[in-house]
């Protein structure tokens, strides 16, 4: 079964230092997300992607974010500047379309700031 | 605002049935759905309402009252792998967008 996939697992990152979080959505999906989570909290919305740009949000993701889909693959979450808070699992997911349709998570990606 | 209210701990023994509940407030309202998440592992899809009533998949069912704003998911034949965390989550309301609102989460232990 087609699935998503994260890299690095795991990126441990001095507070300051910019990083790249990647993702290979399903290959027919068009709907593409990022997702975090602080250890033991909830799952909190990032920002969604579609027809090659932001559609939606949250507050979240503030200017030190930015989404990019260099081609046809890969998915990625740029962090500029990081900040003690920004550690947590990072989810990365897919959906064939919008609506009711089911999200596709990735392993994720858990991002240690130092 | 939106928000969603779900128990946080839940215990039962293997073969049991148990039903977590969840009660969200929208301005508006696209359906509930619910995830599964083993040890801050990815969260996996188990079903979506968006109309009363209840939806079976397998082992696992989910009902939906938009009057009452309230779902819940029902577990039948407990099983130690269900020992798991279980999020319900709405739409984003507020771009109306695809993006996905977690509750809090409800953490199963499955005992023998």
């Known amino acids: 079964e087609p699935e998503v996939t994260q890299t690095p697992s795991h990126q441990v990152t001095q507070m300051g230092q910019e990083v790249i979080l990647r993702c290979v959505p399903i290959?027919?999906?068009?709907?593409f997300y990022w997702y975090r989570q602080i250890l033991g909290q909830k799952v909190e919305f990032l920002v969604s992607f579609y027809n090659n740009e932001i559609s939606e949000k949250s507050e979240i993701f503030d200017d030190q974010f930015s989404v990019e889909r260099p081609d046809g693959s890969n998915f990625t979450l740029k962090i500029r500047s990081t900040k003690l808070e920004d550690s947590a699992m990072y989810f990365c997911?897919?959906?064939?379309?919008?609506?009711?349709?089911?999200?596709?998570f990735g392993d994720g990606t858990r991002l240690s700031i130092l | 605002g939106q928000s969603l209210e779900q128990p946080s701990e839940v215990t039962a023994v293997e073969g049991a049935i148990v039903q977590i509940n969840c009660t969200y407030q929208t301005s508006g309202f696209y359906g509930l759905s619910w995830y599964q998440q083993h040890d801050g592992g990815a969260p996996t899809f188990l079903s979506y309402?968006?109309?009363?009533g209840l939806e079976e998949t397998g082992r696992f069912s989910s009902f939906l009252s938009r009057s009452d704003s309230y779902g819940y998911l029902l577990l039948q034949e407990l099983q130690m792998k269900d020992s798991a965390s279980y999020f319900c989550a709405v739409r984003d309301q507020v771009q109306a967008g695809t993006a996905l609102i977690f509750g809090k989460g409800t953490t199963l232990s499955v005992s023998s």
């Open positions: 997911a897919s959906g064939a379309r919008g609506g009711n349709q089911p999200q596709h």
């Open positions: 309402n968006a109309l009363d």
């Open positions: 290959s027919n999906h068009l709907y």
